[in-house]
């Protein structure tokens, strides 16, 4: 573990089976305990401690889920090279104290996991039996996710058709149904009261209580603020595949959004204008611009015009690392 480390006084349990969390969440109901829940796909920094905080204060008992889930992947994107460390993870969980402190993991080994043998390697899901000769696995419209491509024969998706068509929906297709899918079977297994989300995925959290909404789900779905490194940068577990150089570079997304942020507040409220500032600002620093848009806190439709509360949404490129981030306006 990190060198001057303390040992951490208090585990958290750790549960692999689907039984056996339900099994936990019931018995601590019968209790008479609340439940908050903090997904995440592990490789944990303070953003996803700071979560643990804030689901604390909402509840008695917090479990934070770990699954890189590959239901949200496509068969090109990067989950082979998802960062992984869930021995460090659940260090530094036994290792918050008082009030961030976590009754339970739930670290499933796969939740599609009909008919899988189990993990190769990092990232690496093997599939036995499950694809007939001259089967391709991929649905009719050809677009695919990591789950679909091995075959696992899960055919039920979860979409919020029109919150994910936009920003991060355009270029990751199965993303968003993947994300609530398998939010749908963490919360189908883990049955919360209360379930956080970071803000720095601002989307995914819009679509996550969309679809708690529509579907009634007796969950309360908490936003909580993007916490940010010393310089700015918002914290992600993808930073750390930022090269110095990169890394550096990357903070032209979190200054143009705050300079973006003091235009609109003091008078520059022509989104196109905006708009164009902040993709010469990071482009002018060597990054790939996937999308700048300016949006409806709620809708998530694009505005012209910063007359109500907005949120700008960026994702873009440094080296081979992608992004997000934003920040909300309230005029």
Request: with cysteine; glycine share 10%.
């Amino acid at each position: 573990m990190e060198g001057g480390s303390a040992v951490p006084k208090e585990l958290p349990a750790i549960i692999t089976n689907k039984d056996e969390m339900r099994k936990w969440s019931r018995a601590m109901r019968c209790r008479g305990n609340t439940i908050a829940l903090v997904p995440t796909m592990g490789y944990l920094h303070q953003g996803h401690l700071s979560l643990v905080e804030k689901a604390r204060s909402l509840a008695d008992v917090v479990v934070v889920s770990i699954y890189v889930n590959p239901g949200q992947f496509s068969p090109s994107e990067d989950l082979s090279t998802y960062p992984s460390d869930f021995d460090g993870d659940i260090w530094k969980l036994g290792s918050v104290s008082g009030c961030r402190r976590v009754d339970a993991v739930f670290h499933p080994h796969n939740l599609y996991d009909y008919g899988i043998i189990g993990r190769k390697g990092k990232g690496d899901i093997e599939f036995e039996g499950l694809r007939e000769e001259g089967e391709t696995g991929l649905p009719a419209s050809g677009v695919s996710s990591c789950v679909e491509e091995m075959g696992a024969g899960h055919e039920t998706w979860v979409k919020v058709e029109r919150l994910e068509r936009g920003l991060c929906g355009k270029s990751r297709p199965v993303f968003f149904r993947g994300v609530a899918t398998v939010v749908t079977k963490l919360f189908n297994i883990v049955d919360p009261d209360v379930a956080v989300f970071g803000k720095k995925d601002y989307q995914q959290w819009r679509i996550i209580q969309r679809m708690v909404r529509d579907l009634d789900f007796g969950i309360r779905i908490v936003g909580s603020d993007i916490l940010r490194e010393e310089d700015g940068l918002a914290m992600s577990s993808r930073n750390v595949r930022l090269s110095p150089e990169d890394r550096e570079k990357a903070l032209s997304i979190s200054k143009s959004l705050f300079q973006a942020k003091s235009l609109a507040e003091t008078g520059q409220t022509n989104c196109g204008e905006l708009r164009d500032s902040l993709v010469q600002a990071i482009t002018g620093a060597g990054g790939k611009v996937d999308y700048v848009e300016i949006v409806d806190q709620q809708s998530l439709e694009t505005v012209g015009e910063v007359n109500s509360p907005v949120v700008i949404c960026i994702a873009a490129w440094f080296g081979n690392v992608r992004l997000i981030d934003n920040i909300e306006i309230s005029v």
